[in-house]
């Protein structure tokens, strides 16, 4: 392994913090380790050369569509037995992304709880404007928060899996 390569691996570990950050504030962080993974594959071989870089790729790629469907199925099948609205899923979705981008200034952690706070505040307003009932709003509010937690703790482990993985692959 020759001072390059050392540098470069430092550096997609690096990568892959980030990445596993941008799961945490729902963002698509997964497919940031993959793709550097892959960039990197172009370069530089894996364990020395005894493992083939398609082998590494397709393990990465498995977990991401795995992280991927299971974000899916959580946020689609987890919430319906309160039956949120479509219009609930999209304003929580919209509240989320405001809550990370204004929480990202007390770091992670204000991200994370921006995108929690942001979808829990959007989908209550949401549910208690169009149904002018707070109780069945904040019982839509806590589903959408439930799953929001679940979801992001379900693929943030696939995150960080991917990444110790390709960790141990890098050398």
Same mark, same amino acid.
């Given at each position: 392994m020759n001072n390059m390569q050392i540098a470069f691996s430092i550096l997609l570990i690096f990568v892959y913090l980030v990445g596993f950050g941008l799961v945490l #504030? $729902?963002?698509? &962080? $997964?497919? %940031? @380790?993959? *793709?550097? $993974?892959?960039l990197y594959a172009f370069f530089f071989p894996f364990d020395q050369g005894q493992t083939h870089a398609l082998w590494v790729l397709g393990i990465?790629? &498995?977990?991401?569509? *795995? &992280?991927e469907l299971i974000e899916f199925m959580v946020g689609t099948f987890g919430s319906k037995s309160v039956k949120v609205s479509n219009g609930a899923i999209v304003v929580a979705f919209i509240g989320g992304i405001a809550g990370a981008l204004l929480g990202a200034t007390f770091f992670l %952690?204000? =991200?994370? @709880? &921006? /995108?929690?706070?942001?979808?829990? *505040?959007? =989908?209550? /307003?949401? +549910?208690?404007? %169009? $149904?002018?009932?707070?109780? +069945?709003?904040? #019982? /839509?509010a806590c589903a959408v928060l439930a799953t929001r937690v679940v979801a992001i703790t379900l693929k943030g482990s696939i995150a960080l899996g991917m990444g110790v993985y390709a960790t141990f692959k890098l050398f």
């Open positions: #504030v $729902t963002l698509p &962080g $997964t497919w %940031v @380790i993959f *793709l550097s $993974t892959a990465l790629l &498995g977990l991401a569509l *795995l &992280g %952690v204000g =991200a994370l @709880i &921006g /995108v929690l706070l942001g979808s829990f *505040l959007g =989908a209550l /307003v949401y +549910e208690w404007v %169009v $149904t002018k009932d707070f109780r +069945e709003g904040f #019982v /839509v």
